[in-house]
């Protein structure tokens, strides 16, 4: 298969994740960061105002989750899986691994520092989730990591991607996972993921189904990586 780009430490295909997963060696990757599409938009029945749509709505989705959870699972060693998610999304992040026999061993909890628009009758939300999906043999090493971090953000997304995540969050989530490598994100979208592995010299796979934001993350990671690129 031919990368849409590659350089001595990132590979980026573009394709769907579940066309492209597959292909991947088992066994093969240290540590998979991404961040899904959240199950906004999952209507089938119902008005549509609901964003998620019915409890079945919800319950579809996880058959999604379960198969790409299951492809990831065979792709790592015994590292870890970190997946982002919101409250509407927990329930199917937790029912697709135990259908995919993961367990999820923590939730984190990503303070923005900053609160997003709602609708009248609801909290305006500050915060977002990441489920931690760990391997057998996975560890980490330091101690004093706690469930709530803060990082900044704000409405402005550098890249334009509406859900674009901060390079700085994306390296802490490497960091802490003391992996070598290489980091899988099978939901590429602008790149930071990619390039927040980059930065730390550890070799990186993505996966994009939008041509378009694998144009950007290639623009991106073809610059030179001093530090941090916002």
């Given at each position: 298969m031919t990368p849409y780009y590659a350089d001595d430490h990132v590979t980026l295909y573009h394709g769907d994740s579940l066309d492209i997963l597959p292909t991947l060696?088992?066994?093969?990757?240290?540590?998979?960061?991404t961040d899904p599409p959240y199950i906004i938009g999952a209507v089938s029945i119902g008005s549509a105002n609901t964003k998620a749509?019915?409890?079945?709505?919800?319950?579809?989705s996880?058959?999604?989750?379960?198969?790409?959870y299951t492809e990831c699972k065979r792709a790592l060693r015994l590292d870890g899986a970190m997946t982002f998610t919101?409250?509407?999304?927990?329930?199917?992040?937790?029912?697709?691994?135990?259908d995919a026999e993961m367990q999820v061993h923590s939730v984190l909890i990503w303070h923005k520092d900053w609160i997003g628009p709602a609708y009248i009758?609801?909290?305006?939300?500050?915060y977002e989730m990441v489920a931690l999906?760990?391997?057998?043999?996975?560890?980490?090493?330091?101690?004093?990591?706690?469930?709530?971090?803060?990082?900044k953000w704000a409405s402005y997304k550098p890249t334009g991607h509406p859900a674009e995540k901060p390079v700085d969050l994306m390296r802490r989530?490497?960091?802490?996972?003391?992996?070598?490598?290489?980091?899988?994100?099978?939901?590429?979208?602008?790149?930071?993921?990619?390039?927040?592995?980059?930065?730390?010299g550890i070799k990186a796979i993505g996966i994009e189904a939008d041509e378009a934001?694998?144009?950007?993350?290639?623009?991106?990671?073809?610059?030179?990586?001093?530090?941090?690129?916002?």
């Open positions: 060696h088992t066994q093969s990757i240290g540590l998979v960061v749509g019915t409890w079945a709505d919800v319950m579809n996880t058959r999604w989750f379960r198969d790409w919101n409250w509407r999304g927990l329930p199917v992040v937790i029912k697709a691994a135990a009758n609801a909290l305006r939300p500050a999906m760990a391997m057998p043999d996975f560890t980490i090493p330091d101690r004093t990591v706690p469930d709530v971090w803060t990082q989530l490497i960091e802490v996972s003391a992996t070598t490598g290489p980091v899988l994100d099978p939901f590429t979208g602008s790149g930071s993921t990619l390039v927040a592995a980059k930065a730390l934001w694998c144009e950007v993350a290639a623009k991106r990671l073809s610059q030179e990586v001093l530090g941090l690129v916002a």
